[in-house]
T-cell receptor
Framework: KAGVTQTPRYLIKTRGQQVTLSCSPI?????VSWYQQTPGQGLQFLFE???????NKGNFPGRFSGRQFSNSRSEMNVSTLELGDSALYLC??????????????FGDGTRLSIL | SQKIEQNSEALNIQEGKTATLTCNYT??????LQWYRQDPGRGPVFLLL?????KEKRKERLKVTFDTTLKQSLFHITASQPADSATYLC???????????????FGQGTTLQVKP
């Protein structure tokens, strides 16, 4: 079974631009969660989608948004990029989501660098 | 608010010894706790889950304990090997509605370095 796939792996943008990251979950998984990981803050929860509906949202500004498609693939968008948005963005899929005790299956992330 | 603490300093041990990593949590009553391993440049990988009614869980050279009175979980790797070098994240989740939202929350992780 193929794992979670995130594209692109690396991205360089400049301040003020916007970016879209993509995540393909494990087949059959209906939940996709997004996390931001930085050396100082660790893994910070952005939001979770389950069957195309946003189920929960972390404490991030409205510049961070996402969506999920009917095939469970998910995209995350960040508008008006700031230097502080430089991070590793991870997506995780699971059968029942972050409110269940089932493991989260992570992709290898998109490394976003803002110049 | 809920807080998870893992030792931010790297843990350096000699090959063959037992590594013990600590995860403490406050303002929280999780129903279970998960442990993950993360290698540089990769996403975390699930290792073990322990429920609140389980004192100990084992998987090969790994052992996890869960003390709900101390609000602490310990993660042990016996007969450690250089290949065990990585960052280990704890993630409490679930729990009682009166105390938290039930969502999985990750600690910042402890880096383990096993020297040959």
């Amino acid at each position: 079974k193929a794992g979670v796939t995130q594209t692109p792996r690396y991205l360089i943008k400049t301040r003020g631009q916007q970016v879209t990251l993509s995540c393909s979950p494990i087949s059959g998984h209906r939940s996709v969660s997004w996390y931001q990981q930085t050396p100082g803050q660790g893994l910070q929860f952005l939001f979770e989608y389950f069957s195309e509906t946003q189920r929960n949202k972390g404490n991030f500004p409205g510049r961070f948004s996402g969506r999920q498609f009917s095939n469970s693939r998910s995209e995350m968008n960040v508008s008006t990029l700031e230097l502080g948005d430089s991070a590793l963005y991870l997506c995780a899929s699971s059968l029942a989501g972050s409110y269940s005790n089932q493991p989260q299956h992570f992709g290898d992330g998109t490394r976003l660098s803002i110049l | 608010s809920q807080k998870i603490e893992q030792n931010s300093e790297a843990l350096n041990i000699q090959e063959g010894k037992t590594a013990t990593l600590t995860c403490n949590y406050t303002n929280y009553s999780p129903a279970y706790l998960q442990w993950y391993r993360q290698d540089p440049g990769r996403g975390p990988v699930f290792l073990l889950l322990i429920r609140e009614n389980e004192k100990e869980k084992r998987k090969e050279r790994l052992k996890v304990t869960f003390d709900t009175t101390l609000k602490q979980s310990l993660f042990h790797i016996t007969a450690s090997q250089p290949a065990d070098s990585a960052t280990y994240l704890c993630a409490p989740g679930g729990g009682h509605l009166s105390s938290n939202t039930g969502k999985l929350i990750f600690g910042q992780g402890t880096t383990l370095q096993v020297k040959p």
